[in-house]
């Protein structure tokens, strides 16, 4: 049964909120029993378009809307067929281009450069999807990326309680003065050194270190007798032992 011109107004709006959501033709064909190609006639009647540039809608039969319509250097209008975002004088020779290298735009968001002449090498910016393991997710625009890091990474600083995007997954201070001045009371004071002369110096290192003072054989007779001593130590004594000497070590780090 043939539909009414109602219905068919109303399907035609329906085909073309769908080819505007990203469905196929072929999927939405199926639905509505109808070819590919009728389809595409449909979603050609639209009032609108998405900009080949940044993909935002625009009026037909425009192509480009003003931002993607004009250089991204000196600000001329632009006569393309492409999604170049610069001029024929301001885009970069063929063969100048070098190697590409990525580079932070603002924190926690990255886009690609060319090395040589520092151009952008294509309208898309990236930030990290997951940390372990990494994943970059791609933007058409900064916006967007801006909006998906604020939406899924955005926290409060535990210091001062600014909202901040951080470069890495665990930080929790928005800035280095925040943390330190959270931390203050964990880190010790540092005790001023006294100054010692050279002789006093070589005194004191004499006087600590016993050992030096030992002659060869009392050296031997000493380590000896430490082995004898050892050897008669049951397990719970040797492990009492090794305890002493791990905290011992532990309260001389904290010392220095």
Same mark, same amino acid.
């Given at each position: 049964? %043939?539909?009414?011109e109602?219905?068919?107004?109303? +399907?035609?709006?329906?085909?073309?909120?769908?080819?505007?959501?990203?469905?196929?033709?072929?999927g939405?064909? !199926?639905? =509505?029993?109808?070819?590919?190609?009728?389809?595409?006639?449909?979603?050609?009647?639209a009032?609108?378009?998405?900009?080949?540039g940044?993909?935002?809608?625009?009026?037909?039969?425009?192509?480009?809307? %003003?931002?993607c319509s004009?250089?991204?250097?000196?600000?001329?209008p632009?006569?393309? /067929?492409? +999604?170049?975002?610069?001029?024929?004088?301001?885009?970069?020779?063929?063969?100048?281009?070098? %190697?590409?290298?990525?580079?932070?735009?603002?924190?926690?968001?990255?886009?690609?450069?060319?090395? !040589?002449?520092?151009?952008?090498?294509?309208?898309?910016?990236?930030?990290?999807?997951? =940390?372990?393991?990494? /994943?970059? +997710?791609?933007?058409?625009?900064?916006?967007?990326?801006?909006?998906?890091?604020?939406?899924?990474?955005?926290?409060?600083?535990?210091?001062?309680?600014?909202?901040?995007?951080?470069?890495?997954?665990?930080?929790?201070?928005?800035?280095?003065?925040?943390?330190?001045?959270?931390?203050?009371?964990?880190?010790?004071?540092?005790? %001023?050194?006294?100054?010692?002369?050279?002789e006093?110096?070589?005194?004191? /290192?004499?006087?600590?270190?016993?050992?030096?003072?030992?002659?060869?054989?009392?050296?031997? #007779?000493?380590s000896?007798?430490? #082995?004898?001593?050892?050897?008669?130590?049951?397990?719970?004594?040797?492990?009492?032992?090794?305890?002493?000497?791990?905290?011992?070590?532990?309260? !001389?780090?904290?010392? !220095?």
């Open positions: 049964m %043939p539909l009414s109602v219905e068919l107004r109303a +399907r035609d709006e329906q085909v073309i909120e769908r080819v505007r959501a990203g469905e196929t033709y072929q939405i064909g !199926q639905d =509505y029993g109808i070819s590919r190609e009728r389809v595409r006639q449909i979603a050609g009647t009032t609108d378009r998405p900009c080949r940044c993909g935002k809608r625009i009026e037909r039969p425009q192509q480009f809307c %003003p931002e004009t250089c991204s250097s000196c600000g001329k632009l006569t393309r /067929r492409g +999604r170049s975002l610069l001029c024929s004088d301001c885009k970069p020779k063929k063969g100048a281009l070098g %190697p590409v290298t990525m580079r932070s735009v603002e924190v926690g968001i990255y886009a690609y450069f060319y090395a !040589q002449t520092g151009y952008q090498k294509k309208s898309g910016f990236y930030t990290a999807e997951s =940390y372990k393991p990494l /994943r970059w +997710r791609h933007f058409r625009t900064i916006e967007e990326a801006r909006a998906f890091r604020w939406e899924t990474a955005a926290r409060k600083c535990l210091a001062c309680g600014t909202e901040f995007a951080p470069t890495v997954e665990h930080r929790v201070y928005c800035s280095t003065a925040c943390a330190r001045g959270a931390n203050a009371h964990r880190r010790k004071p540092r005790t %001023p050194r006294t100054l010692l002369t050279p006093e110096r070589e005194r004191r /290192r004499k006087e600590s270190n016993k050992w030096a003072n030992l002659t060869p054989e009392q050296r031997e #007779r000493h000896a007798m430490r #082995r004898e001593r050892r050897a008669r130590w049951t397990p719970e004594e040797r492990e009492q032992h090794n305890a002493d000497r791990r905290e011992a070590r532990r309260r !001389q780090k904290e010392d !220095q």
